[in-house]
T-cell receptor, first 116, second 110 residues
Framework: DTAVSQTPKYLVTQMGNDKSIKCEQN?????MYWYKQDSKKFLKIMFS???????INETVPNRFSPKSPDKAHLNLHINSLELGDSAVYFC???????????????FGDGTRLSIL | GENVEQHPSTLSVQEGDSAVIKCTYS??????FPWYKQELGKRPQLIID?????GEKKDQRIAVTLNKTAKHFSLHITETQPEDSAVYFC?????????FGTGTRLKVLA
């Protein structure tokens, strides 16, 4: 009954490859997010989608391309992987409408990406 | 600015003592302030939150206070236990965006 599930959990790949991470939420939330957590544990927002529409794109290289086929799914495709892309990527979701959006985010278990 | 200042970055306390973590935000329009606990190798999990129209909230050993005038909010953990050891993140909610603090690594020494 995982609320926010992302796959894969671990991803080890060579520099220059292209990879995708998938995320699904079954909470009925209208907004989904991708975060990058580096080795210093800082959680940095990358993208946010509200009802399949991109609303936040935080100075992320265009090698990163999110895609939201419906409001329950937000996938992340990364082209030409670089060493600096090594990190844990977290998907999250929240409900933005109602109560002025004052609702918590729910996080997936993370995808640990290691670039060789 | 885009940052939430969070202090201290590391905190060690003896079991049974209290721990306090403080955050400062910059956007007066922010209306919601959650706190997350992240254990090693796990996802961040909500432990307590406070809305902008409330000054204090308590849940058993955990409490959060909010000072809107000073744009400060704090997490208070009383009677700390070894299982409280983790990284704690504060966050502020702006429209469609949650800005996280830089995290506090709490160690509770048995």
């Amino acid at each position: 009954d995982t609320a926010v599930s992302q796959t894969p959990k671990y991803l080890v790949t060579q520099m220059g490859n292209d990879k995708s991470i998938k995320c699904e939420q079954n909470l009925g939330h209208d907004t989904m997010y991708w975060y990058k957590q580096d080795s210093k544990k800082f959680l940095k927002i990358m993208f946010s989608y509200n009802n399949k529409e991109l609303i936040i794109n935080e100075t992320v290289p265009n090698r990163f391309s999110p895609k939201s086929p419906d409001k329950a799914h937000l996938n992340l495709h990364i082209n030409s992987l670089e060493l600096g892309d090594s990190a844990v990527y977290f998907c999250a979701s929240s409900q933005t409408t109602g109560d002025h959006g004052r609702q918590p985010q729910h996080f997936g278990d993370g995808t640990r990406l290691s670039i060789l | 600015g885009e940052n939430v200042e969070q202090h201290p970055s590391t905190l060690s306390v003896q079991e049974g003592d209290s721990a306090v973590i403080k955050c400062t935000y910059s956007d007066s329009a922010s209306n919601y302030f959650p706190w997350y606990k992240q254990e090693l190798g796990k996802r961040p999990q909500l432990i307590i939150d406070i809305r902008s129209n409330v000054g204090e909230k308590k849940d058993q050993r955990i409490a959060v206070t909010l000072n809107k005038t000073a744009k400060h909010f704090s997490l208070h953990i009383t009677e700390t236990q070894p299982e409280d050891s983790a990284v704690y993140f504060c966050a502020e909610r702006r429209t469609y965006k949650y800005i996280f603090g830089t995290g506090t690594r709490l160690k509770v020494l048995a």
